[in-house]
């Protein structure tokens, strides 16, 4: 069964850092484009950045320019650099394809204090 697993999350202050990680098992996501979403309780899920097999990426507005995607496909890894963390910042991080064709995991509490 193909599971995706995230880590990294935390408490941390506003302005500053934490790298996510997601390790897929079970399958390896090779040149699948890859995502992060975040969710807030009582909020829809949202995007927060895609990376291609390529390399090449996407952001929605409000993670330009703090967050960086990027994989490490022979670690079936992608990661999540998030930087000038704002309390807004705070939801619950999961990654999937950019097709969300994969079961959810549980993913990783961001949180964020002012």
């Known amino acids: 069964q193909v599971q995706l697993v995230e880590s990294g999350g935390g408490l941390v202050q506003a302005g500053g850092s934490l790298r996510l990680s997601c390790a897929a098992s079970?399958?390896?996501?090779?040149?699948?484009?890859m995502g992060w979403y975040r969710q807030v309780p009582g909020k829809q899920r949202e995007l927060v950045a895609l990376i291609t097999g390529g390399g090449s990426t996407n952001y929605a507005e409000f993670a330009k320019g703090r967050f960086t995607i990027s994989r490490d496909n022979a670690k079936n890894t992608v990661f999540l650099q998030m930087n000038s963390l704002k309390p807004e910042d705070t939801a619950i991080y999961y990654c999937?394809?950019?097709?969300?064709?994969?079961?959810w995991g549980q993913g990783t509490q961001v949180t964020v204090s002012s």
């Open positions: 999937n394809t950019g097709s969300k064709s994969l079961a």
């Open positions: 079970e399958i390896m996501i090779g040149w699948s484009t």
